[in-house]
Nanobody, 123 residues
Framework: QVRLQESGGGSVEAGGSLRLSCAAS??????MAWFRQTPGKERLAIAAQGRDGKTVYDKSVEGRFTISKDYTKSTLDLQMNYLKPEDTAMYYCAADDRPGWDVLRPEGFYQVWGQGIQVTVSA
């Protein structure tokens, strides 16, 4: 069974950085993405990358977060800089074999998910 496994979460002060990694059996999915979710709210996409390397970001993270793939480690990474308290959430990676990097797709688009990892940013 396909699995994605997130790592790298934790607690950091505002203005700091964290790097999330999503280990996968393969990273050549047509679309891979990072989502985040806070209690009682919808899981929302914040960054996505296509097989060709093209990326798309939510405005809330654009310029601060960078999505990338490491083919040698078979991971999808999310470098998060200048973190804010409002970035506090559970973060999930997702993958699908349909092209969908051009816009941020909703949760229902993706067929494969990780279990999530907590990121907490203190003021």
């Amino acid at each position: 069974q396909v699995r994605l496994q997130e790592s790298g979460g934790g607690s950091v002060e505002a203005g700091g950085s964290l790097r999330l990694s999503c280990a996968a059996s393969r990273v050549n999915w047509k679309t891979m993405a990072w989502f985040r979710q806070t209690p009682g709210k919808e899981r929302l996409a914040i960054a996505a990358q296509g097989r060709d390397g093209k990326t798309v970001y939510d405005k809330s993270v654009e310029g601060r977060f960078t999505i990338s793939k490491d083919y040698t480690k078979s991971t999808l990474d999310l470098q998060m800089n200048y973190l804010k308290p409002e970035d506090t959430a559970m973060y999930y990676c997702a993958a699908d074999d349909r092209p969908g990097w051009d816009v941020l797709r909703p949760e229902g688009f993706y067929q494969v998910w990780g279990q999530g990892i907590q990121v907490t940013v203190s003021a």
